[in-house]
């Protein structure tokens, strides 16, 4: 797979425009987004994984395959993070995903060791108001024993049934569990996603 960071974005104007599918990343701060962009491209450092949650201000944007694009949205729900900037992010997040024409899908990405919060909630909301195709992921199973990877599992079916009926992708970025199964419900989106009159 090739992967090319294209551009940290400070607007949604500056995204390109150009037919390709957009594939979204969304999540709490610390929740896991970069590892498993890492994982998902096997690019080590492609997105930048800190210790200190808020650290994705901007829209980054990656070419996968030169089919395609990544755009890691900044992470939501850090309370240090001052109110001003919080909200500054929450508008980039926003104006994101209503304008995008290209957008296909949302991976929605949650810890599979916390509980479905206020925060991820009003984002499954807002997406399937705005009939955004969802996909559910929870990460760092590996930090699980496989018997309370299935009790996280049956609490996250439940919590996520009104907006993923499918369920969610049970996914690590340290075993790779998950990472193909998660690529080919991209893929799939990508190839659903309508494309542009040809010249």
């Known amino acids: 797979m090739s992967a090319d ?17 957009q594939v979204a990343f ?8 970069s590892s498993l962009l890492n994982a998902l491209t096997g690019r080590k450092r492609l997105a930048h994984v800190s210790g200190t949650p808020g650290r994705t201000r901007l829209l980054n944007v990656y070419r996968i395959n030169n089919a395609m694009y990544f755009v890691d949205l900044p992470g ?27 957008l296909c899908a949302v991976v929605a990405i949650f810890d599979i060791r916390r509980e479905l919060s206020g925060d991820d909630e009003d984002l499954l909301h807002w997406l399937a108001a705005h009939r955004i195709p969802i996909m559910a992921v929870l990460t760092k199973a590996d930090k699980l024993s496989r018997m309370r990877q299935q009790v996280a599992l049956r609490y996250w079916a ?8 499918a369920g969610p992708v049970l996914f690590s970025a340290t075993t790779r569990t998950g990472r193909d199964e998660l690529l080919g419900l991209i893929a799939e989106a990508a190839a659903r996603a309508p494309r542009p009159p040809q010249e």
């Open 76 to 102: 939501y729900g850090f309370a240090k993070a001052p109110r001003a900037m919080r909200e500054q992010w929450g508008r980039l997040i926003t104006a994101y995903l209503r304008t995008s024409p290209d």
């Open 158 to 165: 439940g919590a996520l049934a009104p907006w993923s009926p």
């Open 26 to 33: 969304a999540g709490r701060s610390n929740v896991g987004k």
């Open 5 to 21: 960071f294209v551009i940290s974005a400070a607007k949604p104007a500056q995204v390109p425009r150009d037919g390709l599918p």
